[in-house]
């Protein structure tokens, strides 16, 4: 069996790991005509971390990024909400790991050049269709000039290609574009003095007004580490067309960020002094799509932002994206005909990702925070004033398992050995 996967981002680079893993043949084709490590933090919980350690990844992640070690939830003014040990700390078999987007991308990259060839990226491809039959699928491509490639051929396609996935246009024609629910996202990072444990994130504020911070590596400098920033506001409303495209590398205007800083207050640091000091900063607005009635059509199949676009709240865009790597993999090494196992892959898959986007469009874990909000605008002093704390706690630990991320799902079998990478 070959398969052919469409674009070179975080899930379509599992994938390629996880179907040689498996002992399947693919080659990874990407628009791009060099693969830049874009964008600033992500956060991959124990759920995602747990399938890396199984293709032989993890010191590879730890050493990129940081092992995460509490969350801290507050009020937009600063109160604490509550505070939740992170990874191992939390007795999960695996830890948290915050890392930068590109150099986890960078990691994943290497390994498959080194697993899988060096010629098993091929930069310069832009899909711009397919075609299938009873014995296998053949991917079209253009190069940058727009003149025609020479097809792949494979008995499966994977289309990885991201929110603006072609395959799902071709899919779906009629869908248009993503969603805005009319929050718009500022993002940054830069060294700065450590915070907390040295390990800590802090959220504070709600789905309307939002900062987030976390270290993702460490410094240069002895006592700092590259700390991660974003800062969300709604600007306008839900519904309302994006106002520009969704891109991890469109350059933000720096002018107004210290007013949307000031918006919030924090004891750990001067996050003001953080955003301030950020060379680079990205905006894009947040959006998702509705989840689909289905992903597969004959051989085909889509998989993590081309399937299931999300609001990045909880920490599972790229999470699940993994997630779903692992499931394709396995039922493809499970299931003779290609068919059959890209179905049985979206069975089950597309119901946990759809209530996962649905969540994510109404708060995700982060309900904690607006509930509180929404009862104390103006803050507090003891927070059992305001919510019973096992209110709290049911919020995130419910959001935790519809996402497959609860302690006793990622601790299931941890303790059996991985399988040998081929």
């Known amino acids: ?51 890396l350690a199984g293709i032989g990844l993890l010191d590879r992640l730890e050493g990129a990024g940081v092992r995460t070690h509490e969350l801290i939830y507050t009020h937009r003014l600063g109160h604490e909400i509550m505070r939740r040990p992170c990874g191992r700390n939390a007795g999960f078999a695996f830890p948290q790991v915050s890392v930068h987007r590109g150099r986890l991308q960078g990691v994943l990259l290497q390994a498959v050049r080194e697993r899988l060839g060096p010629e098993a990226v091929r930069t310069g491809h832009r899909l711009v269709g397919f075609d299938q039959d009873a014995t296998g699928v053949r991917a079209d491509f253009a190069g940058r000039d727009g003149g025609a490639l020479p097809p792949a051929y494979g008995d499966a396609l994977v289309a990885a290609d991201g929110i603006h996935s072609t395959v799902r246009s071709l899919l779906f024609p009629e869908e248009g574009p993503p969603l805005w629910n ?15 444990t040295g390990r800590s994130m802090i959220i504070a504020g709600g789905t309307r007004a939002k900062l987030v911070i976390y270290p993702i590596a460490a410094g240069r400098l002895p006592g700092t580490k590259l700390t991660n920033w974003a800062i969300c506001e709604q600007t306008g409303r839900p519904g309302d067309p994006p106002p520009q495209r969704q891109d991890w590398s469109r350059h933000a205007d720096p002018s107004g960020l210290g007013a949307r800083a000031a918006r919030f207050r924090t004891e750990l640091l001067d996050h003001a002094g953080l955003v301030a000091a950020t060379r680079d900063c990205y905006e894009f607005p947040m959006c998702d799509r509705d989840p689909l009635p289905y992903w597969t059509r004959g051989r085909v199949t889509l998989l993590g932002d081309a399937a299931h676009p999300m609001y990045p709240m909880g920490s599972n865009g790229a999470g699940q994206a993994i997630l779903d790597a692992t499931s394709l993999s396995r039922h493809l090494a499970r299931h003779a005909d290609p068919a059959e196992a890209l179905l049985a892959y979206e069975r089950d898959r597309l119901p946990t990702t759809s209530e996962v986007v649905l969540r994510n469009r109404k708060g995700g874990p982060e309900n904690a925070i607006d509930e509180v909000e929404r009862r104390a605008p103006d803050g507090f002093d003891r927070i059992e004033d305001v919510i019973d704390t096992a209110a709290l706690e049911a919020i995130v630990n419910g959001y935790a398992r519809v996402a497959g991320a609860s302690r006793e799902q990622v601790n299931r079998g941890a303790g059996e050995p991985a399988g040998p990478d081929r």
């Not at 080659?27 to 971390?49: C, D, H």
């Not at 009319?182 to 907390?196: D, T």
């Open 182 to 196: 009319g929050v718009m996202m500022w993002r940054g990072a830069a060294e700065w003095p450590e915070f907390g």
């Open 1 to 51: 069996m070959k398969v052919v996967v469409v674009g070179a981002g975080i899930g379509g680079l599992v994938t390629a790991l996880r179907l040689h893993h498996e002992g399947i043949a693919c080659e990874v084709y990407e628009q791009s005509e060099r693969i830049r490590e874009l964008g600033v933090g992500v956060n991959t919980l124990p759920n995602a971390v747990k399938e």
